[in-house]
């Protein structure tokens, strides 16, 4: 079945720091991928999101790259902020799949930033 | 504001009751879709409705129940209640069941067993 392998967290970095979270999946079709955030309280939104393989999925700084050769799709921004700390979760929906859209969840990377 | 409303937002019960968790998707959303989040589990997909009908089963228990109603607002109903069922459960939508649609999610429903 599909899974997702997500960087274990914690993780803590310093304002202004470069983050890599890295994520690989698993698919029997041909996956749809997706980074969503979890702010403290709140449900998850998207993030980003890429669809075929080379595209590139950017918001707020984020970015992630659809790489098939290494079944990746590892999530990185230049220069965090405080207010990213969040946890994230990389995930997959199987578009082979017809008729099951859910989404396949990593297990979460905690984010925090120190001022 | 993901425009996905759940009620209630918190629900203290003890083991053995029924209780049922309410969604409204996003206006023109057809399609829901409820997850568990739970720290043993991580989040995990239980069902799915598309306009009223069930689409798909994931992991749902045989003692959790769910249905989509006409104006679209669905509804958990989760019975003989256990303490492993303590987790928040959330409801999302979307446009139309397609895996590249983004699915937006509600605030979730933090449901606690004593």
């Known amino acids: 079945g599909d899974s997702v392998t997500q960087m274990e967290g914690p993780v803590t970095l310093s304002e202004e720091a470069f983050l890599t979270i890295n994520c690989t999946y698993t698919a029997t079709g041909y996956p749809s991928l997706f980074w969503y955030v979890q702010y403290p309280g709140e449900g998850l939104q998207l993030l980003l999101k890429a669809t075929k393989a080379d595209d590139k999925g950017s918001n707020k700084g984020f970015e992630a790259t659809y790489r098939k050769e290494t079944t990746s799709f590892h999530l990185e921004k230049g220069s965090v902020q405080v207010s990213d700390s969040a946890v994230y979760f990389c995930a997959l929906s199987d578009q082979t799949n017809f008729g099951n859209e859910k989404l396949t969840f990593g297990t979460g990377t905690r984010l925090t930033i120190i001022p | 504001d993901s425009g996905v409303t759940q009620t209630p937002k918190h629900l203290i019960t003890a083991t053995g009751q029924r209780v049922t968790l309410r969604c409204s998707p996003r206006s023109g959303d057809l399609s829901v879709y409820w997850y568990q989040q739970s720290l043993d589990q991580g989040l995990q997909f239980l069902i799915q409705?598309?306009?009223?009908?069930?689409?798909a089963k994931g992991n749902i228990l045989e003692r959790f129940s769910a249905q989509q109603f006409p104006d679209l607002h669905s509804e958990l109903n989760l019975s003989s209640l256990e303490l492993g069922d303590s987790a928040l459960y959330f409801c999302?939508?979307?446009?139309?069941?397609?895996?590249?649609?983004?699915?937006?999610f509600g605030p979730g429903t933090r449901l606690t067993v004593l």
């Open positions: 409705y598309y306009n009223g009908e069930e689409r």
């Open positions: 999302a939508s979307s446009v139309e069941p397609r895996s590249y649609n983004e699915q937006f």
